[in-house]
Structure formats: C-alpha cells, structure tokens
C-alpha cells in the first residue's frame, strides 16, 4: 500500500531552507570559495532568513521553549538565530566533505568519538538510528569513508526533485546507497535485504509518517516516532545503535555511537517495538538537552497547540 503523505507529514521539508535554489546556490558557492568566506555568507544569510521566515523562526522558538524553559523570549530568540547558523555550517561541512580525502575527514573529528566502538560481528547488519540532529549526512560520508561501513540511508524523498537528484547522487559517489521511503512493503522488504547482507541501514527516527507511528514521552510530552526501526530490529534480531554526529565550539565533530537497543523478540511485539523506541527517545532527548542549537525541525515539532 501507498504511504499517502498529508500536508502536515511533510511540514519538515517545506521551509525555506531546503528549495533547490538555496542548495544549488550553497553547493556551487562551497565548490568554489574558501570556506571562511562560506561560512561567512551563510552567517549573513541566516541573519536574513531569521527575520524574514517569520513562521520558521516562530517555530523553532516554540520548540525550544519546550527544550530550554527557563530561557526568556530574548534567549530563544537567540538561541534560535544560532540554530540556523549551525544547519548553515553544517550544509556546508558536508558539501565540503564530499571532495575532502580520508585522512583530512579523520581530522574532523573531535573526542569523543565512539563510532569505532560499534560491533558489527554479529551477521544481522545494524540500524543506525538517529534523530534530527547534528550532521546526519556528514556522518554517512565518515562512516563510509573512514570506517568502510556498507551503508545504505533510508530517506523521505525531498518535495524538489532537483535537490532530491542533488543528495541522492552526493551519496552515491560515496558508495553510499539511498533507500527512498515511497511504498511500505516494498522499502521494509529492501531494508531487510540489506540488513541480511550484513550491512549497515541508518534511519532518522524522530518524526513518524502516516501509520509508521508509536508513542514514547519526549520531554514529558507524548510525541510519535517512527517504529520500523524497532519494527526491523524485532523481525531480523539486528541492533538498534543509536548514532550521531555533533559539531564542538572548535568546528570538529564528536562520532557518537551510543550503546545498541536490542529488541526483544519474545512477548508482546506491540509493546518490545514501543519499549525500544522509548530507550531512544530518552537517548535523544538527553543529546537535545545539551545541544538544542543543534536539532533541526524548522516547524512545530508538537504542534501549533503545543509550541506555547
């Protein structure tokens, strides 16, 4: 069956950060001047887009009020304005990594760094989970290119076909395979092929689509996540390893790999899918504590009714 995608689905993808324009425009720009110049128009230009995206901007101060709140208006305004210039750098950290070497992407990381911790001896593959923040696509490229992970990401295809085309052929160059989110059966029986290959499959999982939905409590509140990670992790015995990459005050990045969820497969599948997807949220909520300018969802992530 068709995932039907209602607008308020895909509420992620439609701020103005993410038109082909603004990545076209980012990509070329990275490609050919200095990155202190880079990161210098991306400072200007997330000033403008702060107080232009009016409606971004209010909502990323309703969810940080949920985050931080004992800040004031002030503050997360402030903070907010940070969290733009942060998803700026990034986007262009990762461009610039698509042409950087091995041994310089190694100088890029900065302690702690748990991703060569992770065992993959097992012979069930692992699902990398991860949320919505830090560099989601910056890690692909060090997993691949410095651990030699096979590695397969599993997406929501972009609303612009142009910037879809963009990322999917970025990943590609890297060896780096992109499974789209497009019909149920079709991407779950993909991703178990992966995983019996021994292979790896990352997979944002902090914002559910449609009937790909369990409640967990995220910062006190009730808040869907996905399940098919868990879901995989109970059909085919393969780790849950929640993963991320997170920019330091220095512009290195910390590889988190923290301690893998394993999902029971005996009893209630319902309630060992919800149970593994609580231990990741608790696992995200405590990185989102001491890195909000680092979680990107540029729209109400409880709602309207909640952001307040």
């Known amino acids: ?4 995608r209602q607008p308020d689905q895909v509420r992620w993808h439609l701020h103005g950060l993410n038109t082909s324009t603004i990545f076209g425009l980012t990509h070329w720009g990275v490609s050919h001047i200095p990155k202190a110049m880079s990161y210098g128009i991306g400072h200007v230009g997330t000033w403008l887009a702060f107080h ?50 091995r041994r310089e992407l190694a100088t890029w990381l900065a302690p702690p760094n748990t991703f060569d911790r992770v065992d993959r001896s097992g012979g069930n593959g692992l699902l990398l989970v991860t949320g919505h923040i830090g560099n989601s696509e910056l890690g692909a490229v060090i997993l691949r290119a410095i651990y030699d992970y096979p590695l397969a990401v599993v997406v929501l295809p972009e609303p612009d076909p142009r910037v879809n085309e963009r990322r999917v052929r970025m990943r590609a160059t890297l060896g780096i395979e992109t499974v789209e989110v497009r019909q149920e059966m079709e991407t779950a029986l993909r991703i178990r092929r992966l995983l019996s290959e021994n292979r790896a ?108």
């Open 1 to 4: 069956m068709r995932v039907t």
């Open 52 to 101: 232009l995206m009016t409606d971004t901007t209010a909502a990323l101060v309703g969810n940080l009020r949920v985050v931080v709140p004992h800040l004031d208006e002030r503050g997360l305004r402030a903070l907010a304005l940070r969290t733009y210039r942060s998803y700026a750098r990034e986007t262009i950290d990762f461009i610039r990594s698509l042409s950087t070497d």
């Open 201 to 308: 499959v990352a997979m944002a999982s902090d914002r559910p689509l449609g009937r790909d939905r369990v409640e967990v409590q995220f910062f006190g509140r009730p808040t869907g996540f996905p399940r098919a990670a868990a879901l995989m992790g109970y059909l085919t015995g393969a780790p849950l390893v929640p993963s991320f990459i997170l920019r330091q005050p220095d512009g290195r990045y910390a590889g988190l790999a923290l301690d893998p969820i394993h999902v029971s497969r005996t009893g209630d599948r319902d309630a060992n899918v919800q149970a593994a997807m609580q231990t990741f949220a608790t696992a995200l909520e405590d990185l989102v504590r001491q890195y909000p300018h680092l979680w990107y969802h540029f729209y109400p992530y409880w709602g309207a009714a909640h952001a307040s």
